[in-house]
């Protein structure tokens, strides 16, 4: 298994204790340094795992090369942050003996607190997520088959969570692994094109704990949304790579995702909230699209009020004022 790490050394004995614990023991445990500044390769070689030290790269590189370090058939991940409940490998092993044609072994995950207080109880089962609709084509008990998951998963929110999921090694390097161009959204460009090989069989059961906090890299909304356009960008350059309907379901959230772009530049930079609102407008014309690029050709201070002026009304501040 491989955790990826960078400045975690806090978080990293929590992590690698909940790995120990397993009842069903990964054969090797693999944590790759990408470049921290702090003692994270230190404390991983107490904890009495193998460590692997790189430049920083970003997680997708990190994931990368634990895969290329890794000697067994199937990878699982945890990031350095999150913690394994205790039977999570074991029933994801059985799940593998279960449905051998499967190429990817997911798992729900609750979100928890640093103190541990569950904030969300079922990653998958958010109203956001619609999992049910995709088709069951076999169940064993928490373990559910889906031969369709490829083209299927367009229809649901990304529910595939790294930390609770392992794949089939020689499949990975097929795929082409994670994608160093798509920071961000590395898993869902990974995972999408590990389906296009095989099924997807998802244990119903949280067995990870996603740990929030305020360093989680989710909570960077800007870099979040250029993650967006690299892989939408990627899809379109390898078609033959990716689910087209996945494809097209980026196609039609193209055009919101950059009225955020243009919301968010109009601040600091005018002329880019004014190629990103009239790019929105091109795609989808909306009264929203059409309102951003007329405040983008507005003189700064007038620009700055009325934009001040809608967010107080809306009882929002300006991020870091």
């Not at 994270?40 to 990368?64: F, H």
Request: with cysteine.
């Amino acid at each position: 298994m491989v955790i990826p790490t960078y400045n975690g050394a806090r978080f990293l004995a929590d992590t690698i204790a909940s790995v120990h614990a397993q009842t069903v023991q990964p054969s090797e445990i693999v944590v790759v340094d990408d470049g921290s500044t702090d003692d994270s390769a230190a404390v991983a070689e107490r904890c009495g795992v193998t460590v692997v030290r790189q430049a920083n790269g970003g997680i997708g590189a990190a994931r990368n090369a634990g895969i290329a370090a890794a000697t067994q058939p199937w990878v699982a991940f945890l990031d350095h942050d999150d913690m394994w409940v205790a039977n999570k490998l074991e029933l994801q092993w059985q799940a593998a003996h279960r449905f051998p044609e499967a190429v990817l072994i997911a798992a729900d995950c609750a979100a928890v607190s640093p103190s541990g207080e569950v904030l969300i109880p079922s990653y998958a089962s958010r109203g956001v997520v619609h999992y049910g609709r995709l088709t069951i084509d076999e169940r064993d008990g928490d373990m559910v088959l889906h031969r369709r998951a490829f083209d299927e998963l367009a229809m649901t929110g990304w529910f595939l969570m790294p930390s609770a999921s392992m794949a089939r090694r020689d499949v990975l390097v097929q795929a082409g692994a994670f994608d160093v161009r798509t920071r961000r959204w590395e898993d869902t460009s990974c995972f999408l094109r590990v389906l296009k090989y095989g099924a997807l069989v998802f244990v119903q059961r949280p067995l990870t704990k996603w740990v929030v906090h305020e360093s989680n890299s989710h909570k960077d909304g800007m870099a979040m949304l250029h993650g967006f356009f690299a892989l939408h960008d990627l899809m379109r350059l390898e078609p033959e790579a990716y689910p087209a309907s996945y494809r097209r379901k980026m196609d039609a959230e193209r055009p919101v995702q950059l009225r955020e772009l243009a919301r968010a530049a109009l601040d600091t930079d005018a002329r880019a909230a004014m190629t990103h609102a009239w790019e929105s407008l091109r795609l989808a014309p909306s009264l929203r699209a059409l309102l951003l690029l007329g405040l983008a050709v507005l003189p700064p201070v007038l620009r700055r009020g009325l934009v001040a002026a809608k967010r107080r009304v809306r009882g929002i501040e300006p991020v870091g004022r």
